[in-house]
């Protein structure tokens, strides 16, 4: 069965500092993991996706995530933290074995502190 | 070009009333899928479409929830004698090709059954 943790329901930061945004993942074959945020009254707009390929996925707004299939993690991360990232991330699995149906975790919010 | 859109964006129902909900995919997306987004919680997959077809309905919760995309485009989420469970966000997202693709998301539209 597909399922996603993603270990921290909030995370406060102060702006310029590193973000760490965890996601551990379960899944029966090789999946296809996505970020996406979500700002409060917009839709949820996709950060970066991992398909398989180079196991470093460089997304939008500086943020990158590193495929660990060891650890079955999938963290979210970024450099320096800027104002306009508070948002809900959500972390995705999508696995063939059950038709790529997607799976979200519960969601991490981000609060950046000025 | 445009992105997915959802009318209405906000909907209060009184219990037992029956409501239509809206998704516009982005012109030319083949797959269309419509989730349920409980306060604090991450989306939950309702159902799918490839083009006018259904072909995987396995997360509507009850048979008072009913979607159709008779011409493969616009589609429509009804749900008929609402409860105060069913208040949630729906959304809405599409994909240009199949469910391994990447699904972009609209606005969603918030439910309040009173």
């Known amino acids: 069965a597909q399922s996603v943790t993603q270990l921290d329901s909030h995370v406060s930061v102060s702006e310029g500092t590193p973000v760490l945004l965890r996601c551990n993942y379960s899944s029966s074959y090789s999946p296809s993991l996505f970020w996406y945020v979500q700002h409060p009254n917009k839709g949820l707009q996709l950060l970066l996706k991992?398909?398989?390929?180079?196991?470093l996925v460089k997304g939008i707004n500086g943020f990158e995530a590193e495929f660990k299939k060891s650890e079955t993690s999938f963290h979210l991360t970024k450099p320096s933290a800027h104002m306009s990232d508070a948002a809900e991330y959500f972390c995705v699995v999508s696995d063939p074995n059950t038709g790529n149906q997607f799976y979200f975790g519960t969601g991490t919010s981000l609060t950046v502190i000025p | 070009g445009a992105g997915v859109s959802q009318s209405p964006r906000y909907k209060v129902a009184k219990r037992g009333q029956d409501v239509a909900l809206r998704c516009d995919p982005i012109s030319g997306h083949v797959s269309l899928f419509w989730y349920q987004q409980a306060l604090g919680q991450g989306p939950e997959f309702l159902t799918y479409f490839q083009n006018e077809a259904q072909l995987d309905k396995s997360g509507l919760p009850s048979d008072r929830f009913f979607a159709e995309r008779p011409e493969g485009s616009v589609s429509t989420l009804k749900i008929q004698r609402t409860q105060q469970e069913d208040s949630a966000v729906y959304l809405c997202a599409s994909s240009l090709h199949n469910r391994a693709d990447t699904q972009y998301f609209g606005p969603g539209t918030r439910l309040t059954v009173l």
């Open positions: 991992y398909t398989s390929a180079a196991t």
